[in-house]
């Protein structure tokens, strides 16, 4: 089955930096990466999702990249603010299976003033 | 947007007792559901796909007989933790898809197993 693996664990930035968050996943059939953000003891929340066909896709300070061959995707978070610490979720889906995600282990961050 | 609600938010219970949690889709109807189970400081493992009307798929190494889920209305999920001990305490979320390609989770239930 899929496997999807994420790093770093943990990521501290400073307020104004980027972030940047990596996942690698191992079924070649998979074709829809969203990413999570999670505050703690609260509901995964949808922040960008990308599906094969693209290569990178950016809503505001927020990008998301895809290299097919290498099997790898990256989030971007430009102009880190204290309010985007939170614990990141890389996941991967195959086609007829696009709600059956599989969670890559999770990057906390903490974004210092 | 599509909204699901999970009931109840916080549960605590004796050993050997069993719990029921819901899972709800309030303004779609949601032919599967998803059940995930997530310890402090871990991810989103996957447990079982809920499926209206039929079985339940139950991910490797998830015991069917500990973690029964029925689906028995498009818009009603149930996951029943039985004979709970302590190991099985967690957060426990259901997600379900709007139509649209996005999937909207529950607000998730803690499970606290004395």
């Known amino acids: 089955g899929e496997n999807v693996e994420q790093h770093p664990s943990t990521l501290s930035v400073q307020e104004g930096d980027s972030a940047v968050i990596k996942c690698t996943y191992s079924d070649s059939a998979s074709n829809y990466f969203p990413w999570y953000k999670q505050e703690l003891g609260k509901r995964p929340q949808l922040i960008i999702d990308?599906?094969?066909?693209?290569g990178e896709k950016k809503d505001q300070r927020i990008a998301v990249t895809l290299n097919k061959t290498a099997k790898h995707f990256s989030l971007h978070i430009t102009e880190t603010q204290p309010e985007d610490s939170a614990v990141y979720f890389c996941a991967a889906s195959k086609p007829s299976y696009t709600d059956k995600l599989i969670f890559g282990t999770g990057t906390r961050l903490q974004v210092f003033p | 947007g599509a909204v699901v609600s999970q009931h109840p938010s916080r549960v605590i219970c004796k050993s050997g007792t069993s719990v029921k949690i819901e899972c709800r889709s309030l303004?779609?109807?949601?032919?599967?559901m998803f059940w995930y189970r997530q310890f402090p400081k871990q991810s989103l493992m996957l447990m079982a796909t809920?499926?209206?009307?039929?079985?339940?798929?139950?991910e490797q190494g998830v015991e069917k007989d500990k973690f029964l889920i029925n689906h028995a209305s498009l818009t009603l999920s149930t996951l029943t933790v039985t004979s709970a001990h302590p190991e099985d305490s967690s957060f426990y979320i259901c997600?379900?898809?709007?139509?649209?390609?996005?999937?909207?989770f529950g607000e998730g239930s803690r499970l606290t197993v004395l």
């Open positions: 997600s379900a898809s709007g139509g649209a390609g996005e999937l909207f």
């Open positions: 809920s499926n209206e009307g039929s079985k339940a798929t139950y």
């Open positions: 303004d779609f109807q949601a032919t599967t």
């Open positions: 990308i599906r094969s066909n693209v």
